[in-house]
């Protein structure tokens, strides 16, 4: 079954279930869906396999709930897939929520206006804005989620707009002067988790 939660958002699922003990529950996210109605995670870019959440209940009773510790992804849709081990019921999901992923800076400026065409583009831009604000500024909730030092200096103007990011920088002079080389060089992405070779790993467009 697919659950479409009506917003694309960075997002965790919070699970609230009920069933016999080895029973599992996969959601896959996805941003969109097929002619069909299932999900089409070819945004994703993540390879054949791609990401989900899987939870296997500890059977029981009572009705068991699970929150992921780390991993979000932008997503509107989830994608269950339901199992149990032979001869046992399959689980049965009471709720299943998505809970918005986002940075605690402040909001910092308001936007309306006569047109609403206006005001439903603000709308969209502050949820992506949002959904790009976590412990870095993303490009793409939904992908790797680097710290490309770019959308600091490019989207950077438009962000303290819309919240209080002074923290948020502050943090990210901490990952730069932490990723910094020996030679001087700031890499393009901040934590530098991943080192690109080429042009990627010093390049003036995605590292000003």
Excluded at 1 to 12: A, E, I, K, L
Excluded at 53 to 78: C, H, M, N, Q, V
Excluded at 103 to 127: H, K, M, Y
Excluded at 153 to 160: F, I
Aim: a negative charge; charged letters at 20%.
């Amino acid at each position: 079954r697919v659950y479409d939660f009506g917003q694309n958002t960075s997002m965790m699922p919070r699970l609230r279930v009920r069933g016999p003990a080895g029973a599992t529950v996969k959601m896959t996210p996805s941003e969109l869906l097929q002619p069909d109605g299932s999900i089409d995670t070819s945004s994703f870019m993540r390879g054949p396999n791609g990401s989900w959440w899987s939870y296997t209940l500890r059977g029981g009773d009572i009705a068991e709930e699970w929150y992921p510790k780390f991993f979000y992804t932008g997503a509107r849709y989830l994608q269950v897939e339901l199992s149990a081990p032979d001869g046992r019921n399959l689980p049965t999901i009471e709720s299943l929520e998505s809970v918005v992923v986002h940075t605690a800076s402040a909001p910092a400026g308001e936007f309306a206006c006569s047109n609403e065409l206006f005001n439903r583009i603000r709308t969209l831009v502050r949820w992506a804005q949002r959904s790009n604000l976590v412990s870095v500024i993303t490009d793409c909730p939904h992908r790797e989620k680097f710290g490309w030092l770019e959308q600091y200096y490019l989207n950077g103007p438009s962000l303290r707009y819309e919240f209080d990011l002074a923290q948020l920088y502050t943090k990210t002079f901490g990952d730069m002067a932490d990723a910094q080389l020996p030679n001087g060089l700031v890499p393009d992405i901040a934590p530098e988790f991943v080192i690109f070779g080429g042009g990627f790993r010093d390049s003036p467009e995605w590292g000003s």
